[in-house]
């Protein structure tokens, strides 16, 4: 999965994901997924406001988004092979975090910079 932000998809007009992937990661789950709802509100308003029919980024802003992701990407691998058995570590087999599944380091207030 390629996103801009975590929220939209090249391909994919006004589709919005929600979750981790290339976003920030909390430990409030409910709270990030509130945030993210109200940010997808903002950009359904902005459009209305523009009489625009559609949301879908471009293929450049995604790839320039998924090479921050790559650059600023939170790497745990160590913890993960290290951790007991369970649901982030794939049940003690974890793969090598590939750039589309990855969060940001710093949480979801951090600035990107």
Request: aromatic share 8%; proline share 5%.
């Amino acid at each position: 999965m390629k996103t801009l932000h975590g929220f939209c998809s090249v391909g994919f007009p006004n589709c919005f994901h929600m979750g981790i992937t290339q976003n920030a990661l909390t430990a409030n789950f409910p709270h990030m997924l509130e945030e993210q709802s109200r940010h997808i509100a903002e950009l359904i308003k902005h459009a209305k406001s523009q009489e625009a029919r559609c949301i879908e980024p471009t293929a450049e802003a995604e790839a320039e988004w998924v090479a921050t992701i790559k650059e600023k990407a939170m790497n745990n691998q160590d913890f993960l092979e290290a951790c007991t058995p369970g649901y982030y570590n794939n049940e003690g087999k974890p793969e090598k975090a590939s750039a589309w599944r990855r969060t940001i380091r710093g949480g979801p207030s951090s600035s990107t910079s």
